[in-house]
């Protein structure tokens, strides 16, 4: 088996700041992801990156940057935190092959405080 | 627009009743569904999958119809138990091959009562 990491669990920032979520997973997985949970809205997909150094916009890139430094952890930052971006932001990874190609891993996830 | 809609916000089932979530999509390049479960403070993980080439899946108490033309696919859950109370996420998208790049909906909590 293996496990996603996320950190940090809870990210408390001020306004306009700049803020920074990692991720780092041991499955070996191809692709990763960010996504976005707002309640009442499920997950809305930020980024995602198919392989080291790849980034691929979702629906909900802008006021993001992310970054695959390695094949192994792909990181998410909020270019200016606002207080309606308070969120709970998912990492997850997939094979993208074979017959659990589709399966997403997701991590615990962070949570985003803008005060 | 949302590409993957769930109506249904909530449902709340007797113990070993059928519970029945529905999932409405509107991409026809759509070809893998599933269904992922989340508790409260946990993330959400995959319950059950199917690709466009079968109309239903089952796997023990749940299974996954799937109505093409109608772009609509559902899960029945038999025989409802209180630990199937939890949300649940429907999520679609494309073949797999550069990315899984699922849309999900919005969730809905089932409740399954004693």
């Known amino acids: 088996g293996g496990i996603i990491t996320q950190t940090p669990k809870f990210l408390i920032g001020q306004e306009g700041q700049k803020l920074t979520l990692k991720c780092q997973q041991n499955?070996?997985?191809?692709?990763m992801y960010w996504y976005r949970q707002d309640s009442g809205k499920g997950l809305r997909l930020i980024y995602y990156s198919i392989t080291e150094n790849d980034l691929q916009k979702g629906d909900l890139s802008e006021g993001y940057d992310a970054s695959r430094e390695k094949k192994s952890s792909f990181s998410l930052t909020v270019t200016s935190a606002q207080k309606n971006e308070m969120a709970v932001f998912l990492c997850?990874?997939?094979?993208?092959?074979?017959?659990?190609?589709?399966?997403?891993?997701f991590g615990e996830g962070s949570r985003l405080i803008v005060v | 627009g949302q590409q993957v809609k769930q109506s249904s916000p909530s449902l709340t089932v007797q113990e070993g009743g059928i519970s029945i979530l529905n999932c409405d999509y509107e991409?026809?390049?759509?070809?893998?569904f599933a269904w992922y479960k989340k508790y409260p403070d946990n993330s959400p993980t995959l319950l059950i999958s199917v690709r466009s080439n079968v109309d239903k899946r089952e796997d023990g108490r749940l299974t996954v119809f799937l109505n093409k033309s109608g772009k609509h696919f559902s899960l029945h859950i038999t025989a409802s138990q209180p630990e199937d109370t939890a949300v649940y996420l429907c999520?679609?998208?494309?073949?797999?091959?550069?990315?899984?790049?699922?849309?999900f909906g919005k969730g809905a909590k089932l409740t399954v009562s004693p």
């Open positions: 991409n026809d390049m759509f070809d893998y």
């Open positions: 997850a990874s997939s094979v993208d092959r074979g017959p659990s190609g589709n399966t997403l891993y």
């Open positions: 499955f070996n997985h191809d692709t």
């Open positions: 999520a679609a998208g494309p073949q797999q091959g550069t990315g899984s790049k699922l849309s």
